[in-house]
């Protein structure tokens, strides 16, 4: 490896929906939401290639594993053993908070001191800049080598 793997950021369907609302004003999130499903998969049918038809940059076909029903049960037992793990255990007061705190600021704070376009706009800014420092963080430290392993920084 010549560097660090690339951080893949996610641009979110709330996030589109944010900015679009920002922009244009009114409209009702709940048509929109379904509008840009419906639009996703008509895309998706229409552009996605099949599986069977990808290619290496190296020219060789990619081969896709088969799995069973009992693969997928045995996944299925390894996620459930993960929720007894004690790390993930430990992680759950925070994945709470983090929960409530969205739910806090953006019912509470941004529907008190905001009219629905400027809620809009500070919540689309909000996501924006979380996934900007999510690429600037993993891309400048969490994917350094000179910091050291993965597996010491995550102890």
């Keep these: 490896m010549t560097g660090p793997e690339p951080f893949v950021c996610v641009l979110r369907a709330d996030v589109l929906c944010d900015v679009f609302l920002a ?29 069977s038809r990808v290619v290496k940059s190296d020219g060789t076909v990619v081969q896709f594993e088969r799995t069973s029903a009992a693969d997928g049960l045995g996944e299925l037992k390894q996620v459930a053993k993960l929720f007894g793990n004690k790390y993930m255990l430990l992680l759950t007061p925070l994945i ?30 909000y996501w924006a800049i979380s996934g900007i420092s999510s690429c600037v963080c993993g891309t400048y430290y969490l994917d350094k080598e000179s910091v050291g392993a993965c597996h010491q920084r995550a102890i």
Aim: charged share 10%.
């Design 23 to 51: 922009l244009v004003g009114k409209f009702s999130l709940f048509a929109l939401a379904p509008t840009l499903m419906v639009a996703g998969s008509i895309f998706a049918f229409f552009f996605v290639i099949k599986p």
């Design 96 to 125: 709470i908070q983090s929960n409530w705190f969205y739910a806090y600021e953006f019912g509470g704070i941004n529907g008190l001191l905001f009219d629905a376009s400027t809620r809009g706009l500070n919540s689309a800014i």
